[in-house]
């Protein structure tokens, strides 16, 4: 089982459904989990293939889509959503090219140390979108003012914000639903094809 509810399979799909699974299908000619379970609803299925990719494969981005991969691994992690984990971290590590550094930062954050690897901007933006996962009750300009002393442009702060904001909304189906990476192909798509 890869979820708690059903889940339409592609070559069961029929009508809209079908027409949707054209339309989110990867590039490994795959439609991952993450898109399946909102089988029952496929305008629920494009809206989340929609904003997924203008938070995070937009081309007016400032930070880098490295960095932007690590703070949804982070917020991922702190919602302990291994799905999400699982395929982010492996874009992260990919366009890190470096195993080492990776599993450096992979170990920093799992322990709640992102100082450990990075600092200055970096730094500030990662201890934002933490707290923004933990505690969006509570947060205050602080943490802005902070990433803001630090350097970071507005723009940037946005871009970490929209984010946090996306893969809070995106581990709590993936959570809420029970869904899991089985039958997925978990990779980063080379050249100029997008990443899952």
């Excluded at 799909?13 to 339309?23: I, M, N, S, W």
């Excluded at 992260?92 to 470096?98: G, I, P």
Aim: proline share 3%.
């Amino acid at each position: 089982m890869t979820a708690w509810i059903q889940m339409i399979q592609p070559e069961a799909a029929e009508g809209k459904l079908r027409d949707v699974y054209a339309a989110v299908t990867s590039p490994h000619g795959t439609v991952d989990n993450v898109m399946k379970v909102h089988s029952l609803q496929p305008k629920t299925m494009l809206g989340h293939l929609q904003l997924y990719k203008s938070i995070l494969h937009n081309p007016d981005m400032t930070l880098s889509v490295g960095f932007l991969e690590i703070v949804a691994s982070y917020t991922s992690m702190i919602n302990n959503c291994a799905y999400s984990l699982t395929h982010h971290f492996n874009n992260a590590r990919h366009l890190m090219a470096d195993d080492a550094r990776a599993e450096r930062v992979f170990q920093a954050l799992e322990r709640n140390e992102p100082a450990a690897e990075f600092s200055g901007r970096e730094l500030a933006l990662l201890n934002y979108s933490a707290e923004l996962t933990r505690n969006v009750g509570g947060i205050t300009q602080s943490e802005v003012t902070n990433a803001k002393n630090e350097g970071c442009s507005d723009q940037e702060i946005l871009e970490v914000n929209q984010v946090v904001a996306y893969f809070n909304y995106s581990n709590r189906v993936l959570n809420g639903l029970g869904v899991t990476t089985e039958g997925d192909v978990v990779g980063y798509y080379s050249n100029d094809a997008e990443i899952v």
